[in-house]
């Protein structure tokens, strides 16, 4: 009987994602949320589970510091890493997007903005999609960015013609269809998992990292249109239910490997990763801020 992560790692394996990739993922997963620091021998532990060399993880380590991703601390022989500025940033906007609850609500209107087409790298960053050369389209109340000579209008429309703006606009046919390989996936190990079958720590957390890892490459495209707005049949509703319910599961058992085996470079445990638990949870803010205990939820989901 195969294991539950034999096939993920064999899809990781087989689409063209690098080494370097998935640490990104793992610190903003993981490891941002503990202080930010982490020992080098800490992540080299993680990728032997994966079968992946001590070398190729500091090749990997050495390429993201060059390239202004990671700043390295020295301490006697030991490195430690740290996410630089740049890549907090890129984070801290990555984050509420790939953990947020239901998309919004369909306001029941598009914003219609015309203007220079070079602003299109900025228009799509803001989550605008592209009817044609300089014209951009998105739901409507989203924020417009301050840009000289933009041209702005309100448009509506009953519910096919909207849908049909949003699939010309958007590239929601290759999102739907990478959410649907998502599910075909990590499908199987939400199921072992609902049968009970039991992943050391060590595999909890290389499961999580994984999930997040193959998530974030699809959400992080998905301008997160309303319901109303989205083809029959969407997958990216239940993808999210599938990784929050994954996500819960593996959470303690990766989070025990991490309270034991990950040090900064204090030579200190990196402390607990509250805001973790709170994560792809849909309780207003004041739920989080009134200091209720992370570890007294029973699900991340």
């Known amino acids: 009987m195969s294991h539950p992560l034999d096939a993920i790692l064999d899809h990781i394996r087989a689409e063209p994602s690098r080494t370097w990739s998935i640490i990104v993922t793992i610190y903003g997963d993981a490891i941002v949320p503990r202080g930010g620091s982490v020992w080098l021998g800490t992540l080299s532990a993680f990728f032997k ?119 010309r606009a958007f590239a929601l046919e290759a999102t739907g269809a990478a959410y649907g390989r998502f599910l075909e996936t990590f499908g199987p190990l939400r199921a072992a998992l609902a049968e009970g079958d039991a992943l050391s720590d060590i595999e909890c957390l290389l499961a999580r990292v994984l999930l997040i890892h193959e998530y974030r490459r699809i959400v992080l495209r998905d301008p997160m249109l309303p319901e109303e707005l989205l083809p029959s049949a969407w997958p990216g509703g239940e993808a999210r239910r599938l990784c929050a319910e994954v996500y819960g599961a593996l959470l303690p058992g990766a989070e025990r490997w991490l309270d034991a085996h990950a040090v900064n470079e204090y030579g200190e445990p990196l402390p607990p990763g509250e805001e973790n638990w709170r994560r792809f949870r849909s309780a207003p803010a004041s739920d989080s801020a009134a200091g209720t205990g992370p570890r007294s939820s029973s699900s991340a989901g």
């Open 49 to 167: 589970a994966m079968g992946i060399s001590d070398g190729v993880v500091r090749t990997a380590m050495s390429r993201l510091a060059s390239d202004g991703w990671l700043e390295r601390t020295k301490v006697g022989r030991n490195s430690y890493y740290r996410l630089a500025e740049k890549g907090r940033d890129v984070f801290r906007q990555a984050t509420a997007h790939i953990y947020s609850a239901d998309p919004p609500p369909w306001a029941g209107r598009f914003e219609l903005v015309a203007g220079d087409p070079a602003a299109r790298p900025v228009m799509e960053e803001a989550g605008f999609g592209t009817l044609a050369p300089g014209v951009w389209v998105a739901p409507g109340g989203t924020p417009v960015p301050d840009l000289d000579g933009l041209v702005r209008l309100s448009a509506t429309g009953d519910a096919a013609q909207s849908r049909a703006l949003a699939t």
